[in-house]
């Protein structure tokens, strides 16, 4: 398995950007599909995007496309969540997650997860 930790969260106003990094152990990063899911709540944890394991890959929930941009480095084991344009309605806590499966199309397919990092978009 993978070791995966996540940084950057924190509070921003509507309509701003943060980066979210997650890092991971190991020397088998790039075996990984890699994805992000968000957790707000009183509700229950929602694909955000996903990217395969070369990174020539992505996918994006609806409710981010064109906002959100997932990418990776696996020379430096890290994979990036950029979010642009943020709203109220992003507020949750974000995790980074690894899938053994080359294009994972639902959580299930996640068999590592991070122990999360809090986004909040103040209106």
């Known amino acids: 398995q993978v070791q995966l930790v996540e940084s950057g969260g924190g509070l921003v106003q509507a309509g701003g950007s943060l980066r979210l990094s997650c890092a991971a152990s190991?020397?088998?990063?790039?075996?990984?599909?890699m994805g992000w899911f968000r957790q707000a709540p009183g509700k229950e944890r929602e694909f955000v995007a996903a990217?395969?394991?070369?990174?020539?890959?992505?996918n994006y929930a609806d409710s981010v496309k064109g906002r959100f941009r997932i990418s990776r480095d696996n020379a430096k084991n890290t994979v990036l969540l950029q979010m642009d344009s943020l709203k109220p309605e992003d507020t949750a806590v974000y995790y980074c997650?690894?899938?053994?499966?080359?294009?994972?199309?639902?959580?299930?397919?996640?068999?590592?997860w991070g122990q999360g990092t809090q986004v909040t978009v103040s209106s």
């Open positions: 997650a690894a899938s053994s499966v080359g294009y994972p199309d639902n959580l299930a397919r996640f068999g590592s």
């Open positions: 190991g020397r088998t990063f790039s075996s990984y599909a």
């Open positions: 990217i395969s394991r070369s990174g020539d890959w992505t």
